[in-house]
């Protein structure tokens, strides 16, 4: 069973801090990895792809890949009450038709 | 635009019934796929459509029936539901199915059997 591990939290931060959150999967196969939000009730969001190892910024985030160990995270600067939402970390399945094997997800709270 | 439309929202039905979820995309992608998403759990793969094919099935009882009537369409058909099957379904698309493809995913439709 390919997995995919998050810390379920919840990770509390105050506002304008930095939140990092972290993830870790089985399948060394895995190309791709993406980060998505999902609000209570509502849709996955995409947030963030990252492909090759390294650091990949848009914005506010920043992906971070190491192939080698096996971890992807995500560091949120600046954050903001209206980032509290949960995290969901994916890896492409190579043994799903590339589907998303989805970490448990991490719940995130910015107080103000 | 990447924008997946689901429809409906909202769906009570009782064990008998037999109804249908719509999931639509207009943004040429080949891959399509069905998620379902039980409370505070991830989404977990049920079926991938590529180019229209039914590609992966993930063991999911056959009282849910995918349909892929064309590249922009994708259904599923349910029929002798259990309390259980409760649950958010997601519909998501991707351009081709390949390796390094994003996902996007439409609203869900919230079902609940009675």
């Known amino acids: 069973q390919k997995e995919v591990e998050q810390n379920s939290g919840p990770l509390s931060v105050p506002e304008g801090a930095i939140a990092s959150l972290n993830c870790t999967y089985s399948?060394?196969?895995?190309?791709?990895f993406f980060w998505y939000r999902q609000y209570s009730g509502k849709s996955p969001e995409l947030i963030m792809s990252?492909?090759?190892?390294g650091d990949k910024e848009d914005g506010r985030f920043t992906a971070q890949l190491n192939k080698a160990s096996q971890y992807v995270s995500l560091l949120i600067r600046d954050s903001q009450p209206s980032d509290s939402a949960t995290y969901l970390c994916?890896?492409?399945?190579?043994?799903?038709?590339?589907?998303?094997?989805f970490g448990k997800g991490t719940s995130l709270l910015v107080t103000p | 635009d990447t924008e997946v439309t689901q429809t409906p929202k909202h769906l009570v039905m009782g064990m008998t019934n037999k109804k249908s979820l719509k999931c639509e995309q207009h943004?040429?992608?080949?891959?399509m796929y069905w998620y379902k998403q039980k409370a505070k759990k991830p989404p977990e793969l049920m079926f991938v459509?590529?180019?229209?094919?039914?590609?992966i099935n993930e063991s999911v009882p056959s009282r849910f029936s995918p349909e892929c009537p064309n590249s922009s369409l994708l259904n599923l058909h349910l029929h002798a539901l259990q309390p259980e099957d409760s649950a958010l379904y997601l519909c998501?698309?991707?351009?081709?199915?390949?390796?390094?493809?994003?996902?996007?995913f439409g609203p869900g439709t919230r079902l609940t059997v009675l």
């Open positions: 399948d060394r196969v895995s190309q791709s």
């Open positions: 998501a698309s991707s351009p081709t199915g390949g390796p390094t493809d994003t996902q996007y």
């Open positions: 994916a890896a492409e399945g190579s043994n799903s038709g590339y589907a998303l094997n």
């Open positions: 943004m040429g992608h080949r891959a």
């Open positions: 990252i492909y090759s190892n």
């Open positions: 459509y590529s180019y229209e094919k039914l590609s």
